[in-house]
């Protein structure tokens, strides 16, 4: 089995993968209902795109659950003091994707046009909600959380809702609401024909633009040094029991682009980013909705990677007292829970891997209105 250092790195790179994949998978079916009143015109196109979507949705919410679950198990610090800090914005998440199934379920149970206009509405809503407050959660990451532990190792929260709410976190925020929105019309693209494909074409377009635009003016912000990072002091025993109070942290990190300096090639993962969205902006130039939809995949996995290099090893940084900040080594789980958990993932990832293909694989296929008209009591 691994030792105690590299459990701890392995499990910073499989919640990050567990991240991607909640956000690619997850993140097609919140930017198609995000898009819902742009595609859909009219109450078929827009069963249209709930169903594009449908056979899916449930099974790619797994992902954050999953996410969720191995945070708790292998970061608990960072679980507690994260639900801590967020908890409005977390709550605010979660009632809206309560609205998601139920929406899904009742809007076309009643042959009534305000009915259905309004949770068209509020599954729109349901989508655009998370969509904003989780970039708005990696933008307040980078500014730096407002927490700290006492001596006994309990976290104590010393913001607000608003304070999320900075410049700095709405543009993190329009960089991930822009990028699902593109990477759902993409998905649209693939899955609807004619008009509604047409559609969201031009919504690729027009939010894939967007993406590059917000996207390289945060990089640009940080670039410039007015948000400082944090470095983390010599010394530090890697393969040391959990002690998040036992380092020497300081505030000499300016936009956070050490590590970007100290090794050259991560700047892979923000050049990833600009050329998944160009690959999806030319694609969907040409029509081609698969290529798009890989690109915005690229754009997604190059977003994530591109915060996550910037802060390691900092997993949630603390903007009031650098030395209760929970990094990758010493805000994790002892090394039985991490080797217990190792093994479980190299069993039943790739099961749940083989299965998800599987049904994308037998459930393929377009939408289109004329299908819907065949099959009025089998869809949403």
């Not at 196109?45 to 954050?64: C, F, K, S, T, Y």
């Amino acid at each position: 089995m691994f030792d105690y250092e590299t459990l701890k790195l392995l499990w910073w790179v499989i919640v990050g993968v567990l991240l991607i994949g909640f956000a690619i998978a997850d993140g097609f079916d919140l930017g198609a209902m995000l898009l819902l009143p742009l595609v859909g015109r009219d109450d078929r196109e827009r069963r249209v795109v709930i169903n594009a979507i449908a056979p899916h949705w449930d099974g790619n919410q797994v992902w954050l659950i999953t996410a969720g679950g191995a945070l708790f198990a292998a970061w608990p610090l960072v679980y507690s003091a994260a639900f801590s800090g967020f908890y409005w914005a977390l709550l605010l998440v979660l009632f809206a994707l309560f609205v998601r199934p139920v929406g899904f379920d009742y809007r076309s149970k009643v042959q009534n046009t305000r009915w259905r206009q309004s949770w068209d509405w509020a599954l729109c809503a349901g989508a655009v909600v998370p969509s904003l407050v989780f970039g708005v959660a990696f933008g307040n990451l980078l500014l730096g959380v407002p927490f700290r532990f006492d001596d006994t190792l309990r976290a104590s929260y010393h913001g607000s809702f608003w304070q999320l709410l900075s410049p700095f976190g709405l543009l993190a925020g329009l960089v991930s609401l822009a990028m699902l929105a593109a990477h759902g019309g993409s998905w649209l693209m693939i899955r609807t024909d004619g008009v509604m494909a047409e559609r969201a074409r031009r919504a690729v377009l027009g939010f894939g633009a967007l993406y590059v635009v917000a996207f390289i003016g945060a990089g640009v912000w940080l670039a410039m040094g007015s948000i400082h990072g944090l470095v983390l002091g010599k010394g530090l025993d890697l393969g040391a029991a959990l002690n998040p109070m036992a380092k020497y942290v300081q505030s000499g990190n300016p936009g956070w682009m050490a590590n970007y300096r100290l090794y050259p090639y991560t700047a892979v993962a923000p050049l990833l980013g600009v050329l998944g969205a160009c690959l999806a902006l030319l694609s969907a130039t040409l029509r081609r909705g698969a290529m798009a939809f890989l690109g915005t995949a690229m754009a997604i996995v190059g977003t994530l990677c591109t915060a996550g290099f910037a802060l390691f090893p900092f997993v949630m940084p603390s903007s009031i007292d650098p030395a209760s900040s929970l990094t990758v080594w010493d805000a994790v789980s002892s090394r039985t829970t991490l080797g217990i958990m190792t093994v479980a993932a190299g069993i039943f990832v790739p099961v749940i891997l083989m299965y998800t293909l599987w049904c994308y694989w037998k459930l393929w296929g377009k939408v289109s209105p004329a299908h819907i008209d065949r099959n009025p009591h089998g869809l949403y």
